[in-house]
């Protein structure tokens, strides 16, 4: 029974020790709740919430600037349409004028060689009748070329 009587003491002043303790805590607790501490961040805290909010305003209509601005920007790089079918209408005129001189300047060329070739042959035939009829005129014209063969040489 000693021991338990022992046990019991010291319970009791366990007991008593804890009673000073929460006396004491809430003694603190009365001290913080009224303190000016409480007041200031209570304060900080509602001013934070309204800076919180204007920001979140702020944003917003930063965001509708920005979407504005890059609507405007958007607009800004496109070309109109009456230009691209202008520059598109130029460039399809242009290739065709330019085939159509391409072919024509070939088939001149074509019709210049056939031109030239049946000049010389018309020459060269004309030539061959002259020279026929007429001998001494041939002599004299084969005696010219040799000269002339003989003067390029030297």
Same mark, same amino acid.
């Given at each position: 029974?000693?021991?338990?009587?022992?046990?019991?003491?010291?319970?009791?002043?366990?007991?008593?020790?804890?009673?000073?303790?929460?006396?004491?805590?809430?003694?603190?607790?009365?001290?913080?709740?009224?303190?000016?501490?409480?007041?200031?961040?209570?304060?900080?805290?509602?001013?934070?919430?309204?800076?919180?909010?204007?920001?979140?305003?702020?944003?917003?209509?930063?965001?509708?600037?920005?979407?504005?601005?890059?609507?405007?920007?958007?607009?800004?790089?496109?070309?109109?349409?009456?230009?691209?079918?202008?520059?598109?209408?130029?460039?399809?005129?242009?290739?065709?004028?330019?085939?159509?001189?391409?072919?024509?300047?070939?088939? @001149?060329? #074509?019709?210049?060689?056939?031109? $030239?070739? !049946?000049? +010389? /042959?018309?020459?060269? %035939?004309?030539?061959?009748?002259?020279?026929? @009829?007429? #001998?001494?005129?041939?002599?004299? $014209?084969? !005696?010219? +070329? /040799?000269?002339?063969? %003989?003067?390029?040489?030297?």
């Amino acid at each position: 029974m000693a021991k338990l009587d022992e046990l019991l003491e010291i319970l009791t002043e366990e007991m008593e020790g804890f009673k000073a303790s929460i006396k004491q805590m809430e003694a603190l607790s009365t001290k913080l709740n009224n303190s000016e501490m409480q007041r200031g961040i209570s304060t900080i805290s509602y001013n934070l919430k309204e800076q919180g909010k204007t920001q979140k305003h702020q944003f917003s209509i930063q965001g509708e600037h920005i979407n504005e601005l890059s609507k405007r920007v958007g607009q800004a790089k496109q070309i109109p349409k009456w230009i691209i079918v202008i520059c598109s209408t130029t460039l399809l005129v242009s290739l065709l004028i330019s085939g159509y001189a391409i072919y024509e300047v070939r088939d @001149s060329w #074509d019709k210049q060689v056939i031109a $030239f070739n !049946k000049g +010389k /042959e018309q020459i060269n %035939s004309d030539l061959q009748l002259f020279f026929e @009829s007429n #001998d001494e005129v041939y002599e004299e $014209f084969l !005696k010219w +070329k /040799e000269t002339e063969k %003989s003067q390029s040489k030297k």
